[in-house]
């Protein structure tokens, strides 16, 4: 437990334990687009309202609930729709409907994944600031040499640095107890803000005030949703106790030292958490941050890498290449152009923004609808899995909802101010995944209309004098039920069958991994046919000849290197004439269609063994 609960430290709770370089300075900064006035009064309530926030969203839904609704130990919204998914078979609304809600929950994680990055590592530059004027001027570059290195690198893997992130994790969490408990003890009276009634007290007499601060009181929270996302490396118990234990009590010191110096010196409102910090502490701490900052931006670029492959996996999103950076360690995976894309949107967002504080405006709306979307999802698995009355889920759920539907609204106001933009984002990724799916759906009805059923066409084969030429071929076929169009290719032009023929099937289940025993079922269709279904999870990384290696424990061996693969390679021809989308949408199809890694990388066929056969498609 205690290895798992420093691993846990060094991954799931970057991203929330980097917010306290921004989120009060958010609420108080002069100038800020929504700024409060240092009062007594203000200070006191935003502080309450941080501390019940993190104990109710945080604490409450994630730690104690959400954690629980995990899909065979995996967590995150795509992993959570899954669950939803495998019993959501009763009707088709019901899964439309939550395959809209995955999603959406998924692009705005990839919205998360641009700022946060742009976020962290400038507010931890905006330190140097602090020490001296003169460095202001280098902050933008020096944010964007330190993002450029950090994508530069993700191709080795961050499997040699991993063992790192914990302890420096461990230390930065350590050091904000520490300040934040040194500028306590010089305004103890603090503590008092503890207290929820301080909380309601600024939500009832200043209500405009208090709703404008919640967009500044959920910065505390992004990161969050981390928590669940990850729950599959270290499971549930670690990320409880290292929040329970270590991180929460961190956390809400640093806000009440913050806190404390906004009383004793209001102009402390520029920069409070760098200003908080003892002057001899100063750079060392600019340092400490940038680490920090860098393992939070590490967690959402791998996580980006694991949620576009689980879409890839459920057919939500186009095929690309994976590279594996460690031959020990499953999940360590590497997608060049998901690298690529992110560091292009992360540099044109710093570019763009130019400070922690403009960026903050764009934060918390894509986070506050990922919180919204997870808790739509796990209301599902309450009452369905969970058999929860549903009085009780709308005593538990209520308030939750009502807590981020406010956080909504608040942040909504800051969309002018840029919280367009990860709205804007998140709506382009949308429309790119529910197309792929869409155009999915249109070409397995026309392919199906054009196919013949498999057993049948299989046994009228083995009674025809064809031609066969030695060994095995494999054919790979998306629809087990019918006949693979590159068989009939290939009699149509070669003439010829092979020997053996056999019929594999990849299926990708609503589960993370497929226990080794059920990888493939092995069905005789005559005396030299043989359909294969191959079931792969959507957290796995399919290898489609070692999974075939395990049909000889079903009486049909596979040599290696005496077994042929064939594949259908479809060209898109987008048509007005064909009803089911709209032409510019099939133009948008055609264009992921074609672009899209082949099956062959995908699956890990040997290249000199795969053999494609071209077909037209109109759609």
């Not at 669940?228 to 118990?237: C, E, L, P, R, T």
Request: proline residues 6%; neutral net charge.
């Amino acid at each position: 437990m205690p290895k798992l609960m420093l691993a846990a430290l060094g991954v799931v709770y970057g991203d929330i334990g980097t917010s306290p370089l921004y989120a009060l300075k958010e609420a108080f900064l002069p100038g800020g687009a929504h700024s409060l006035p240092v009062t007594l009064e203000n200070v006191y309530g935003v502080l309450s309202l941080i501390v019940w926030s993190l104990l109710v969203i945080v604490t409450c839904k994630y730690v104690l609930i959400v954690l629980r609704a995990d899909n065979h130990g995996e967590g995150g919204v795509v992993a959570l729709m899954a669950r939803v998914l495998s019993k959501a078979a009763d009707t088709p609304r019901k899964k439309t409907i939550a395959v809209s809600l995955g999603i959406f929950g998924a692009a705005l994680f990839y919205g998360d994944g641009i700022i946060t990055p742009a976020i962290s590592v400038l507010s931890a530059v905006e330190g140097l600031e602090v020490a001296t004027p003169v460095l202001k001027p280098f902050v933008v570059p020096l944010t964007l040499l330190i993002l450029i290195v950090l994508f530069l690198v993700q191709h080795h893997g961050t499997a040699r640095v991993g063992t790192f992130f914990g302890p420096i994790v461990v230390l930065w969490f350590l050091s904000l107890g520490a300040i934040g408990l040194h500028n306590v003890l010089a305004h103890p009276e603090v503590l008092a803000s503890l207290s929820p009634h301080y909380a309601l007290e600024f939500a009832l007499h200043s209500p405009k005030l208090a709703f404008f601060a919640m967009g500044a009181v959920f910065l505390t929270m992004t990161g969050g949703e981390a928590l669940y996302a990850d729950m599959g490396h270290f499971g549930a118990k670690p990320i409880r106790y290292g929040w329970l234990c270590l991180v929460m009590p961190a956390l809400v010191l640093n806000y009440m030292g913050q806190g404390a110096l906004l009383i004793n010196d209001p102009a402390a409102a520029a920069n409070p958490f760098y200003l908080s910090v003892p002057g001899w502490a100063l750079y060392p701490m600019v340092g400490l941050a940038m680490l920090a900052t860098v393992i939070a931006s590490q967690a959402l670029i791998t996580g980006a890498y694991s949620v576009t492959l689980q879409l890839i996996q459920l057919g939500l999103a186009p095929r690309m290449a994976v590279k594996h950076t460690s031959g020990a360690q499953i999940g360590q995976i590497y997608l060049p152009f998901v690298n690529w894309a992110l560091l292009l949107l992360v540099l044109a967002t710093v570019l763009g923004f130019r400070s922690s504080g403009n960026l903050a405006a764009a934060y918390g709306i894509a986070v506050t609808l990922t919180m919204l979307v997870t808790s739509a999802l796990a209301i599902t698995v309450a009452l369905r899995d969970w058999r929860w009355p549903p009085l009780l889920v709308l005593l538990v759920f209520a308030p939750l909802v009502a807590l981020e539907l406010v956080f909504l609204a608040s942040n909504g106001m800051k969309i002018l101010d840029g919280g367009w933009f990860p709205l804007v984002f998140g709506a382009g990724v949308s429309l790119l995944l529910f197309t792929w799916r869409r155009g999915r759906q249109l070409l397995a009805e026309v392919q199906k209309g054009d196919s013949v059923p498999l057993e049948t066409f299989a046994r009228m084969l083995d009674a025809e004098p064809i031609h066969r030429v030695p060994h095995t071929a494999v054919f790979l076929n998306p629809r087990s039920e019918q006949m693979p169009g590159a068989l009939l290719h290939n009699l149509k032009h070669n003439l010829v069958l092979h020997e053996r023929t056999v019929f594999v099937s990849v299926i990708i289940e609503s589960v993370p991994r497929v226990p080794i025993e059920d990888r493939v079922e092995v069905q005789r269709l005559g005396n030299t046919f043989s359909r294969v279904l191959v079931r792969f999870g959507f957290m796995e990384e399919p290898d489609l000849p070692e999974a075939l290696t395990r049909c000889a424990e079903q009486g049909l061996p596979l040599e290696p290197q005496q077994v042929s693969y064939f594949l259908n390679r479809d060209t898109i021809l987008p048509s007005s004439e064909v009803r089911g989308m709209a032409l510019w949408r099939e133009r948008l199809f055609e264009f992921l269609f074609r672009n899209a890694s082949s099956a062959a990388n995908f699956f890990k066929l040997p290249t000199a063994r795969v053999v494609e056969m071209g077909s037209r498609v109109t759609i």
